[in-house]
T-cell receptor, first 113, second 113 residues
Framework: AQSVAQPEDQVNVAEGNPLTVKCTYS??????LFWYVQYPNRGLQFLLK??????LVKGSYGFEAEFNKSQTSFHLKKPSALVSDSALYFC???????????FGAGTRLFVKA | NAGVTQTPKFRVLKTGQSMTLLCAQD?????MYWYRQDPGMGLRLIHY???????AKGEVPDGYNVSRLKKQNFLLGLESAAPSQTSVYFC????????????FGPGTRLTVT
């Protein structure tokens, strides 16, 4: 069965520093992997995805993610954090050959000025 | 282009009451989903639909029913509300092909007393 783990409930970084939000997954077959962001009292917004090809994918707002097949990880990164990046981030994997997407529990990112 | 809209935004129910949540999308997406979000548990899939007139159970379907009579609308019903159904409910939609990223509505905050 597919699963997604986000090992950190919260990540704290200072503005201007690089940030990493971790995600590991378990699927049978090739994964479709996603990152979404949720701002307070809003729905989730799509940030980026990995389907195939280059292991480093770039998305919205300067975020990028690195797919590592051997470590079954898909960590979200940004070279220089902004206070406005503070939000809840969800990693997700699409069920292989099915219709469902499995979401992680979420990681709260707090960027301090 | 409104994207995905949900009504109502907030609702308080007494135990045993019924209600229907409405989701509408104007992107001509084939797939639609209903999730609930609870603290520390990420998003859990309640029901989903892969096309007009078709629905299927997700992770946590008990106590909920759905209907998709029109391609653009996906209704979620609670026949007899229980306090355990206090949650934030999100609707989402996606294409049936391509990369399957989902587009989310703003959510409905439901409290059952």
């Amino acid at each position: 069965a597919q699963s997604v783990a986000q090992p950190e409930d919260q990540v704290n970084v200072a503005e201007g520093n690089p940030l990493t939000v971790k995600c590991t997954y378990s699927v049978s077959g090739n994964p479709y992997l996603f990152w979404y962001v949720q701002y307070p009292n809003r729905g989730l917004q799509f940030l980026l995805k990995y389907i195939t090809g280059d292991n480093l994918v770039k998305g919205s707002y300067g975020f990028e993610a690195e797919f590592n097949k051997s470590q079954t990880s898909f960590h979200l990164k940004k070279p220089s954090a902004l206070v406005s990046d503070s939000a809840l981030y969800f990693c997700a994997v699409r069920e292989t050959g099915g219709f469902k997407t499995i979401f992680g529990a979420g990681t709260r990112l707090f960027v301090k000025a | 282009n409104a994207g995905v809209t949900q009504t109502p935004k907030f609702r308080v129910l007494k135990t045993g009451q019924s209600m229907t949540l409405l989701c509408a999308q104007d992107m001509n997406h084939e797939y639609m989903y209903w999730y609930r979000q609870d603290p520390g548990m990420g998003l859990r899939l309640i029901h989903y639909s892969v096309g007009e007139g078709t629905t299927a159970k997700g992770e946590v379907p008990d106590g909920y029913n759905v209907s998709r009579l029109k391609k653009q609308n996906f209704l979620l019903g609670l026949e007899s509300a229980a306090p355990s159904q206090t949650s934030v409910y999100f609707c989402a939609s996606s294409l049936a092909s391509g990369t399957y990223e989902q587009y989310f509505g703003p959510g409905t905050r439901l409290t059952v007393t």
